[in-house]
């Protein structure tokens, strides 16, 4: 009995989620495509018009929130008189309160952080949708099928989501009424965009006579200058080496996804050289990232090469410290697409995913990208697994060398219009 709790409580890994979506979610979505065909419910449903409730499902990492920023803008803008609820994990809940896009009373968070957690929030949020009466449903989340089943448990006549149509696998049921076509040569939140139009199309594929639009960058996010001020004050008195410096943030972890690291000895090179150009460097990250941290400043052997991993509070203290800082270097995830929010400089490495696709919505921000022949590697059809078993050669052929010209001209461009 002890062993059984000790595994309910255990953080859930990607590769356990993984395994729960392919051998659970597939027999859960084909039991409910059967009883939503024997109750013959599927057909293309009309939403009230307007629609009242419109509930958007987005489970994903921190960093597409901000990518679905337009989703969201478009879906007020299009239905002004309905209510509009978001649910998505409870540790991504900060990133979707600092848009300021949602009423904190229509948000809807479940714990992924346990098993145990993790069923007790799924079925209090089905009840909540249920008592919702939600008239519209958007799954947002690419072919997982967990997403998928909420949409459907949701009770909403109206569920919009991507759909395989004639490909093989990725199966996610059949009881998706407003089928979106997943395009993966289109920009993510263009096709998000694509899941606003779909509630009220008719077309076959769903909403393919919409054009594609321009895409509108997220809003900067606001900071009394008090707060920047306290914020800057308390990060020189805790690392009295940056003051008077130059400070260029360094994120070098891959995140949930290790191979989408740029690789640890390179970035110890970038950190030497800019340490030489009169830089201070801080490295950012999780506490779990402290190891990657401490392997970088130990070869950088300089006072003004900090450790800031785990330092922050929260994702606005994280944005807060932007503003301290004139460049970001980070590989693909959330703090480049949070550097959106601001207007710090920053390089973006990609790879096994590409800028195509998931590229941060905003001026101030440059992607490396190599397009190898194999990239990218990490796709919605093959649940973002990669063949190269490590071995991400699209990130290792981006050279220090070529980085760090890259990063002296972005931080040169800064001073000068900091002097104009």
């Known amino acids: 009995m002890q062993v059984q709790c000790l595994f309910l409580e255990a953080p859930l890994n990607i590769k356990f989620q993984r395994a729960v979506d392919r051998f659970v979610g597939v027999p859960i979505c084909a039991l409910l495509s059967l009883v939503d065909r024997l109750l013959n419910i599927s057909g293309v449903t009309a939403p009230p018009s307007p629609p009242h409730r419109i509930l958007v499902i987005l489970l994903s990492e921190m960093g597409s929130l901000v990518l679905a920023h337009p989703m969201l803008a478009r879906l007020k803008q299009q239905y002004p008189e309905a209510s509009l609820h978001v649910m998505l994990f409870a540790k991504n809940r900060e990133v979707l309160d600092l848009l300021g896009i949602i009423p904190e009373a229509n948000v809807l968070t479940i714990n992924d952080r346990s098993l145990t957690g993790f069923a007790m929030d799924s079925v209090k949020a089905i009840r909540m949708m249920r008592a919702l009466k939600v008239d519209v449903v958007i799954d947002c989340e690419l072919f997982s099928r967990v997403s998928s089943i909420f949409s459907y448990l949701s009770g909403s006549p109206v569920r919009v989501g991507f759909h395989r149509y004639t490909q093989e696998g990725l199966y996610r049921g059949s009881f998706i009424n407003r089928p979106v076509m997943y395009n993966p040569y289109r920009h993510l939140s263009q096709q998000l ?144 697409q949070f550097a959106a929010l601001t207007s710090i400089p920053a390089l973006v490495f990609f790879g096994p995913e590409t800028p195509a696709l998931y590229s941060p919505l905003a001026n101030n921000i440059h992607c490396l990208y190599s397009a190898w022949s194999c990239s990218p590697c990490l796709t919605a059809y093959n649940h973002r697994t990669s063949p190269c078993d490590g071995d991400n050669q699209c990130l290792k052929q981006i050279t220090p060398d070529q980085v760090l010209t890259k990063a002296r001209a972005m931080l040169e461009a800064g001073a000068l219009r900091n002097n104009v």
């Open 193 to 336: 965009l694509t899941m606003a139009a779909a509630i009220e199309s008719k077309t076959v594929p769903t909403a393919k006579d919409i054009p594609a639009t321009s895409i509108m960058n997220p809003p900067l996010l606001a900071f009394p200058d008090d707060e920047l001020q306290q914020t800057t004050a308390q990060l020189h008195a805790d690392f009295p080496a940056l003051q008077g410096k130059k400070l260029v943030l360094v994120y070098p972890s891959g995140g949930i996804l290790p191979i989408r690291a740029w690789p640890l000895e390179n970035y110890s090179r970038l950190c030497t050289s800019l340490l030489g150009d009169g830089c201070a460097v801080a490295l950012i990250g999780l506490k779990e990232d402290k190891p990657l941290a401490h392997t970088i400043a130990a070869q950088c052997q300089s006072p003004y090469c900090i450790d800031l991993t785990g330092y922050t509070k929260s994702v606005r203290h994280l944005l807060a410290i932007f503003h301290r800082a004139s460049l970001l270097i980070t590989n693909d995830g959330g703090p480049g």
